[in-house]
């Protein structure tokens, strides 16, 4: 079956720009989970999704942003981008609880200049 | 909180050889998952292996398998008959019992994995 599908893979975006990207996860996975790499801070948990519902939230500022569709699909949402922004963002799907391990995408590296 | 520590920035290792991946971690819960993740140069994190805290046997998938030491707070990875595709950044992860912290993994800093032909 289909892995998860993050797009775009690519992004440029000019600081004070906003920005959204998309994570279609794996069929009859409804959790989605986005994080945030970067060299100096690495793997950061940015917030989680079920059922179109919130139910975890990282520690980054409201400019960052979430959502999800019935349908499962996530996208993220970055406002007033700032160069500190610039990262790998990656989403993950699971079961409801995630024990099983989560399926990550391959990211969107994301730049502002 | 949580915390995840991987104190080996890097590591090599010999085709056909073995290695090991040190991480510690540190924690109040008694019931929790435990993950190894890959990251090679395509992004992607692949899971390598998962450990769930109230099984005391070590978990194993082929080449992989983990030294788990609850008491200790460690999780040590080792790959046995190394092979030039399994070079790249390895993560630990942490996970928080089920019901609690939805979706969130607590990661290590990483241990970047290179394979000598």
């Known amino acids: 079956k289909a892995g998860v599908t993050q797009t775009p893979r690519y992004l440029i975006k000019t600081r004070g720009q906003q920005v959204t990207l998309s994570c279609s996860p794996i069929?009859?996975?409804?959790?989605v989970s986005w994080y945030q790499q970067t060299p100096g801070q690495g793997l950061q948990f940015l917030f989680e999704?079920?059922?179109?519902?919130?139910?975890n939230k990282g520690n980054f500022p409201g400019r960052f942003s979430g959502r999800q569709f019935s349908n499962s699909r996530s996208e993220m949402n970055v406002s007033t981008l700032e160069l500190g922004d610039s990262a790998l963002y990656l989403c993950?799907?699971?079961?409801?609880?995630?024990?099983?391990?989560?399926?990550f995408g391959s990211g969107t590296r994301l730049t502002v200049v | 909180a949580q915390t995840v520590t991987q104190s080996q920035p890097e590591m090599s290792v010999q085709e056909a050889e073995t290695v090991t991946l040190s991480c510690t971690y540190d924690?109040?819960?008694?019931?929790?998952?435990l993950f190894w993740y890959k990251q090679p140069p395509s992004r992607q994190m692949i899971l390598v292996i998962r450990?769930?805290?109230?099984?005391?046997q070590n978990a194993t998938e082929n080449r992989f398998s983990v030294n788990f030491q609850k008491a200790a707070k460690s999780f040590s990875l080792k790959i046995s008959d190394s092979q030039l595709g399994d070079a790249a950044m390895y993560f630990c992860?942490?996970?928080?019992?089920?019901?609690?912290?939805?979706?969130?993994?607590?990661f290590g800093q990483g241990t970047i994995l290179t394979v000598h032909p």
């Open positions: 993950a799907s699971s079961t409801r609880t995630g024990g099983y391990g989560y399926t």
């Open positions: 069929s009859g996975h409804r959790s």
């Open positions: 999704y079920f059922s179109e519902t919130q139910r």
């Open positions: 924690t109040s819960e008694s019931d929790y998952y």
């Open positions: 450990q769930e805290a109230y099984k005391q």
């Open positions: 992860a942490y996970r928080s019992p089920d019901g609690t912290s939805y979706g969130k993994l607590t």
